[in-house]
């Protein structure tokens, strides 16, 4: 007999048919002997619909423990629901808010981490026959306060609970039929992958790639949680997520491509070539708790330069009003801004060991006549940053340009 935590997203809960389905899924590895302890997501786009209700007022930093209490609602109504399904079903469930359990968090409002769980309740559950249902996205902090995750933390809780229950493994059930070369939304001829190590999980999901929440890599990857991504809807067995020990073949040079939108672009032209320049420009945007993502500096020849960055879109106005004021300061030409860009970022182990990546990316995209507006690297990825409305064909004449669909196609 085995433990099995298995977690099932927002399209996968978003009806009472849907919550069904789900419900014969639990069954069915129940009855096949295995004990299971599941984890939901809100209905849907209930967190969306909250969110925007939030964003109607006006979201400030001082509000962030009344989002969390908002948003955390949508996860409870689907604990309820599911745990009333499994029972008519003939099954004992007992649903449980991140604070019954107790899940404990750091006081990060909207972005808090697990700390600690108690997994006493659960384990009396368990021992008792009960299938134990609990909210994703959720805890609580010292203080007893709710907390969140940050958006898509679901995964995040399932792989905690899997590690705080050495579960043997962990089951991301979703919407498609697992991690894909990229988002099969988006290309149609992607291809699922049978395996993908963790390094490059991590990355896909770092820079952009939704299907699994970044910490939750992160967790399985340092708790050694068996970690599976599958589809709510279709049996196939799904992407199993791998140490690069343990996977086996030789690694193709490039496993997937991921994207953002959620990024903007901010210049600050004609600032003196000066040492310190950097800190004065950046240091502001940090003390606002605004995460900088790729720097770019380019030195002209009157010792004059451009200093560009990247910043999230939600924080683009706040980063924009900030620079006004430091180029003021440091006597800066003037700030330009560009909010309709996006970043994509090809990601593979196979890298490392092979040349000519960057060289053909870049081809592949001047080809297209797509302008490349700033670059980035590290051993396993490369990203570049371009203008959004060339997104979608830049992602496609990448995927066909690495052979990405492979054989299978
Ligand atoms: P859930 O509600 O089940 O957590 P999400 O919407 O958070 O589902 O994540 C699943 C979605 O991730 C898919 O519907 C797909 O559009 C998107 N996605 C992005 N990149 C990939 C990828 N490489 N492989 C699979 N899905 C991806
Ligand atoms: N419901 C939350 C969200 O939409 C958490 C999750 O689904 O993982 O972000
Ligand atoms: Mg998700």
Redesign the pocket.
Known sequence: MSLIVQKF??TSVASISHIENVARRILKTRDAGHEVVVVV??MGH???RLDDLAREIGITPEMHREVDAL?ST??QVTTALLSMVLTKMGCPARSYTGGQVKILTDSAHTRARILEIDEEKLRADIGEGIIPVVA??QGVDARGDITTLG?????TTAVALAAALTADECQIYTDVDGVYTTDPRVVEGARCLERITFEEMLELASLGSRVL?TRAVEFASKYQVPLRVLSSFRDVPGTLITREDESGMEQPVISGIAFTRDEAKLTVLGVSDIPGIASRILGPISDANIEVDMIVQNVAADNSTDFTFTVGRNDYDQARKILDQVAREIDAREVSGDNKIAKLSLVGVGMRSHAGVASRMFRTLSEESINIQMISTSEIKISVVIAEKYLELAVRALHSAFDLAGEEE
Not at 151 to 155: A, E, I, N, P, Q
């Open positions: 997203g927002g997501s809100a209930e967190t969306d948003l949508g996860e994703g996205f958006r898509g933390g679901s995964d929440h």
